[in-house]
């Protein structure tokens, strides 16, 4: 008993399985086989469109979370496109696992971005802008700051005003508080500003 | 090459594609703000090569020069630490993670199977040797149950360092004097060596824990310590890194991360855990 000396062999590498083999794991019964499977399907590109099909399949959130992990890999316009459908999803797990997916894809979500901002469906805008909190773009604040100057949905304000407050600075105090007379019978989104602007003006 | 014409000077150019190869190659990505320590080191990296200029040295690396990528991901990993770092945590371990453990896996006369701890990274040992000296000082239970401690690391230049375990004064200065005593011995310019017995008892391992291949190896360890490293990673690098560490755990495992990390920013698949201590993340143990 006691600390355990070292075993000489290396464990080893477990067998390496084709992507055919993969893809079909991805409906198997043990949900740890369907998450490993997910996993290993990373820079398959010939797997994308299956991995898109498991996405609103999946039950498990830790196998579609391992899903939308591999799909981020790819971050190419059209596993964007394939993930965005998700968020005007009713579940609200399956919508904010894709929204951060998206938020992993620096280079093909923003082309997304006209679209999303645009979109009739105002809890479509809300996931938009939680994608925008956490997305490593340079145009990210940008788009936030057009999103509380212009989007006609007190919610969707104020999502985009809670995604900016952790990177605000002085020159958003004008567009924050324009967003409070826009919307003068909204007392959460007015609340939201009025906590945030002492840090903002130095006064806090 | 464009740009890149004496020793390792990088155009901005060069720059940004030496950091999506490496990025590619580790998942460690490089902001411009660490253009300065980035520079540096490969200019080291192209003066110990047989290049003479950056564009030649990183044309041999691309053409998958193993020894090459691995000097370079020894340049560029910071392997400051020191015994008994943030040792709250360790603390924890030994006041309640470990007897979860044991009560989880029916106690501890009927437990099956060491009890697996795994340090990564483990840089140049001091965390896994850490464990190793307060489970034997500390843990009432040491002498009854099996304990496994690995570490692993993407840098091998610091695992060879693990291995000879020799460390000097500002390494250990949280270590009590009469540890040092029983567990060290002198080796000479005022440092000191682990023992044979707890250098033989952690098992080391070259290791990315972004590489899902590579960490399927590792299974069923009931606490791993992954601190200060999740911070280098760009989202995806992390989510993928939460992943296989997810898969290296046993169900109810617990995960340590750095104190200024958080798993929630990362990855949902994980149950935080408020201890006395800190947040530990568990992994659910309904999950098989």
Known sequence: MGLVRKQAPEPELPQVLDTDELVRRLDDPDPELRREAALELAGK????????ARVGLETEPRVRDAVLTTLAGHDSEAVAAGLAVHLA?????????????????????????PSLLAAPDHDVRVMTAMVLADLPHPEAKSWLVQMIAEDPHPNVVTAAIDALLPAASAEHIGVLEAAVLRFPDDPFLAFTVRAALPRLTGTA | MAGATTSGALSDADFDRFVEYFYKRTGIHFSSGKR??????????????????????????RMNDKDMLQELINQLT??????????????????????????ARGGVNRIVGPVKILSLPCSTGEEPYSIALRLLEEWEHIDHVDVEIHGADIDSDVLAKAAHASYGERSLQRVPKAWVNKYFAPVGAGRYQVDEGIRSAVTLHRMNVCDTAEMRRFRDFDVIFCRNVLIYFDELSSRRAAENLYGALRPGG????????????????????????????QRPTGAK
Not at chain 1, 45 to 52: K, M, N, S, T, W
Not at chain 2, 85 to 103: I, K
């Open chain 2, 78 to 103: 910071v392997n400051e630490t020191y015994f008994l770092r943030e040792d709250y945590q360790f603390d924890a371990m030994l006041s309640t993670v470990l007897p979860n453990v044991l009560a």
């Open chain 1, 45 to 52: 590109p010939e797997a994308v469109p299956e991995l898109l």
């Open chain 1, 89 to 113: 999803s009713d579940e609200a797990g399956l919508r904010t696992a894709v929204a951060e997916a998206l938020a992993s894809m620096p280079v093909s979500t923003p082309a997304l971005l």
């Open chain 2, 254 to 281: 617990y995960l340590f991360l750095g104190h200024s990390e958080s798993m929630s920013r990362i990855s949902p698949i994980f149950t935080p855990t408020r201890l006395p201590e800190g947040i530990v993340y």
């Open chain 2, 36 to 61: 300065y320590f980035v520079d540096k080191r490969i200019e080291t990296c192209v003066r110990n090569s047989r290049y003479d200029t950056f564009a030649s040295w990183f044309a041999a690396l």
